[in-house]
C-alpha cells in the first residue's frame, strides 16, 4: 500500500493537485461522472484511492454520483466528487440535500464556459452564482476559489477541514485554467498537514440526538451501523431528524442550519491582500482572474494610479464587511472575472453607493488579461 501523502515535490496540473490534497485532507471515497475539464481529478482519484484503501467508483450519471458521496459520508468516510458545469447543475438537488441533512462532503466544479454544453475545453467563471444560489430553497455552504495548483492542493484540504467542522458541503470553484495549468506543487510531510474530522456523538446511544446543536452549533454526527437510532431525511424535521410539517419547526431547522455558517465568518472567510494600504482603487478577482490581476496592479502602479488587489479565497459567505469598510475611503471597485457580472453585483450591493463598482469580464474561453484591467483603470479613474 502507498502512502496517502506524496511528501516532496511535484510538476503536476492543478486536477492532480486537487486530488492529492483530497487523499492528504483524508479522503478514501470518490464517486463520479467523467466530464471535460474535470476528468483528470477523477482519473487520478481512480489510480491512488486502492492505494490507500480508498474506494473510487464511476457512477452512471452526476446526479448518482452525488448522492453515492451523500451516503458515505453518511457511513463515515471523507467522500468527495467532481464535475464541470453541465454535471454541477445536476448535482444540485442533492447539494440541497446534503445541506438539509447536515452531510460533509466536497465537491470540486472545475469550471468551463457555458450555458448548456458551450465551450467544454475552455474555462470560465460562470458557476459562481449557480454555487450560492443553485440548490432550492435558502441555504448556507462554503466555496473556496483557488489560483494556482498548489493552492487548489492546499484549499482542498481546507475545503475537508471546513466540511467536517461544520458538517455541510463545501464546493471547490476552480475553473480549466486552474485546472489544467501544470505548475510545481510542494507536498508537505503528512504530520505538518492539519486535517478535522466532524464532531462526533458522547454518552447513551438510546438518548442521542442526532440533529441536537453543540455549543457551536453544530451537532454530533454518528455514522450509519454504529447503533444510534438515526433517521435522515430532506423533509422539514426536528433535533431526533423526524419529520415535522410545521412553519415552527422549519424555522428552527432553517436558524440552525443558516446560524452555523453565520455565526463563524470570522473562521470561514479567508482574502489576500495586496498593496491595499494605501489603495485608491480596489480591484476584486478571483481564481486565475487574480493572477493576472496581480500584473495589473503592479502595471497601475508605475502608471501612477493606486491600485490593489482583494482576491476571493472564500467566495461564499462573501466578506461582505471588508468590502463595506472599503468602500468608505476608496474611490472605487473594479471587479475582475471570467462571466458577465456576478461577484461584480456582489460588490456594487456591498458598496452601497459608496463607492462605484465596474466590471472588467468576458463571457469565457481564455483569461482576461492585464491590459484590459489597465484600461479601464485609465478611462474610469
Given at each position: 500500500?502507498?502512502?496517502?501523502?506524496?511528501?516532496?515535490?511535484?510538476?503536476?496540473?492543478?486536477?492532480?493537485?486537487?486530488?492529492?490534497?483530497?487523499?492528504?485532507?483524508?479522503?478514501?471515497?470518490?464517486?463520479?461522472?467523467?466530464?471535460?475539464?474535470?476528468?483528470?481529478?477523477?482519473?487520478?482519484?481512480?489510480?491512488?484511492?486502492?492505494?490507500?484503501?480508498?474506494?473510487?467508483?464511476?457512477?452512471?450519471?452526476?446526479?448518482?454520483?452525488?448522492?453515492?458521496?451523500?451516503?458515505?459520508?453518511?457511513?463515515?468516510?471523507?467522500?468527495?466528487?467532481?464535475?464541470?458545469?453541465?454535471?454541477?447543475?445536476?448535482?444540485?438537488?442533492?447539494?440541497?440535500?446534503?445541506?438539509?441533512?447536515?452531510?460533509?462532503?466536497?465537491?470540486?466544479?472545475?469550471?468551463?464556459?457555458?450555458?448548456?454544453?458551450?465551450?467544454?475545453?475552455?474555462?470560465?467563471?460562470?458557476d459562481m452564482m449557480q454555487a450560492r444560489w443553485?440548490?432550492?430553497?435558502?441555504?448556507?455552504?462554503?466555496?473556496?476559489?483557488?489560483?494556482?495548483?498548489?493552492?487548489?492542493?492546499?484549499?482542498?484540504?481546507?475545503?475537508?477541514?471546513?466540511?467536517?467542522?461544520?458538517?455541510?458541503?463545501?464546493?471547490?470553484?476552480?475553473?480549466?485554467?486552474?485546472?489544467?495549468?501544470?505548475?510545481?506543487?510542494?507536498?508537505?510531510?503528512?504530520?505538518?498537514?492539519?486535517?478535522?474530522?466532524?464532531?462526533?456523538?458522547?454518552?447513551?446511544?438510546?438518548?442521542?440526538?442526532?440533529?441536537?446543536?453543540?455549543?457551536?452549533?453544530?451537532?454530533?454526527?454518528?455514522?450509519?451501523?454504529?447503533?444510534?437510532?438515526?433517521?435522515?431525511?430532506?423533509?422539514?424535521?426536528?433535533?431526533?431528524?423526524?419529520?415535522?410539517?410545521?412553519?415552527?419547526?422549519?424555522?428552527?431547522?432553517?436558524?440552525?442550519?443558516?446560524?452555523?455558517?453565520?455565526?463563524?465568518?470570522?473562521?470561514?472567510?479567508?482574502?489576500?491582500?495586496?498593496?491595499?494600504?494605501?489603495?485608491?482603487?480596489?480591484?476584486?478577482?478571483?481564481?486565475?482572474?487574480?493572477?493576472?490581476?496581480?500584473?495589473?496592479?503592479?502595471?497601475?502602479?508605475?502608471?501612477?494610479i493606486k491600485a490593489g488587489l482583494l482576491r476571493?479565497?472564500?467566495?461564499?459567505p462573501f466578506p461582505e464587511d471588508e468590502i463595506?469598510?472599503?468602500?468608505?475611503?476608496?474611490?472605487?471597485?473594479?471587479?475582475?472575472?471570467?462571466?458577465?457580472?456576478?461577484?461584480?453585483?456582489?460588490?456594487?450591493?456591498?458598496?452601497?453607493?459608496?463607492?462605484?463598482?465596474?466590471?472588467?469580464?468576458?463571457?469565457?474561453?481564455?483569461?482576461?488579461?492585464?491590459?484590459?484591467?489597465?484600461?479601464?483603470?485609465?478611462?474610469?479613474?
Amino acid at each position: 500500500m502507498k502512502p496517502a501523502v506524496l511528501t516532496g515535490e511535484h510538476f503536476i496540473v492543478g486536477d492532480v493537485a486537487c486530488a492529492e490534497g483530497a487523499l492528504a485532507a483524508g479522503c478514501r471515497f470518490f464517486a463520479g461522472y467523467p466530464i471535460t475539464p474535470a476528468t483528470e481529478v477523477a482519473e487520478h482519484m481512480s489510480e491512488r484511492l486502492p492505494e490507500v484503501g480508498g474506494t473510487y467508483i464511476q457512477m452512471e450519471d452526476e446526479i448518482a454520483a452525488m448522492t453515492a458521496v451523500i451516503g458515505a459520508s453518511c457511513a463515515g468516510v471523507k467522500s468527495m466528487t467532481s464535475t464541470s458545469g453541465p454535471g454541477f447543475s445536476l448535482m444540485m438537488e442533492s447539494i440541497g440535500l446534503a445541506v438539509c441533512t447536515e452531510t460533509p462532503c466536497v465537491v470540486v466544479n472545475v469550471q468551463r464556459a457555458g450555458p448548456s454544453t458551450g465551450l467544454p475545453t475552455q474555462g470560465a467563471q460562470g458557476d459562481m452564482m449557480q454555487a450560492r444560489w443553485g440548490a432550492h430553497g435558502h441555504n448556507e455552504l462554503i466555496a473556496l476559489s483557488p489560483s494556482s495548483p498548489q493552492e487548489l492542493f492546499y484549499q482542498t484540504i481546507t475545503a475537508f477541514n471546513l466540511s467536517e467542522k461544520y458538517r455541510l458541503p463545501v464546493i471547490i470553484m476552480t475553473d480549466e485554467m486552474v485546472g489544467h495549468l501544470s505548475e510545481r506543487v510542494t507536498i508537505p510531510k503528512a504530520k505538518d498537514i492539519v486535517t478535522v474530522s466532524r464532531p462526533r456523538p458522547k454518552g447513551r446511544k438510546d438518548r442521542f440526538k442526532p440533529f441536537e446543536p453543540g455549543p457551536n452549533g453544530v451537532a454530533p454526527m454518528a455514522f450509519a451501523g454504529e447503533g444510534y437510532n438515526i433517521h435522515v431525511t430532506g423533509l422539514t424535521h426536528d433535533e431526533n431528524g423526524y419529520p415535522v410539517m410545521d412553519v415552527e419547526t422549519q424555522a428552527r431547522m432553517m436558524h440552525r442550519l443558516i446560524s452555523k455558517v453565520r455565526n463563524n465568518l470570522d473562521d470561514i472567510i479567508m482574502t489576500e491582500k495586496y498593496r491595499l494600504d494605501d489603495a485608491d482603487i480596489v480591484i476584486v478577482s478571483y481564481g486565475v482572474s487574480g493572477r493576472t490581476s496581480l500584473a495589473a496592479v503592479d502595471e497601475a502602479r508605475e502608471m501612477g494610479i493606486k491600485a490593489g488587489l482583494l482576491r476571493l479565497i472564500t467566495v461564499w459567505p462573501f466578506p461582505e464587511d471588508e468590502i463595506k469598510r472599503l468602500a468608505r475611503r476608496v474611490k472605487g471597485f473594479v471587479t475582475v472575472e471570467i462571466n458577465m457580472g456576478q461577484i461584480h453585483f456582489e460588490v456594487e450591493r456591498c458598496a452601497m453607493g459608496m463607492a462605484p463598482a465596474l466590471l472588467v469580464g468576458h463571457p469565457g474561453g481564455t483569461i482576461i488579461p492585464p491590459e484590459s484591467v489597465l484600461e479601464t483603470l485609465k478611462q474610469a479613474f
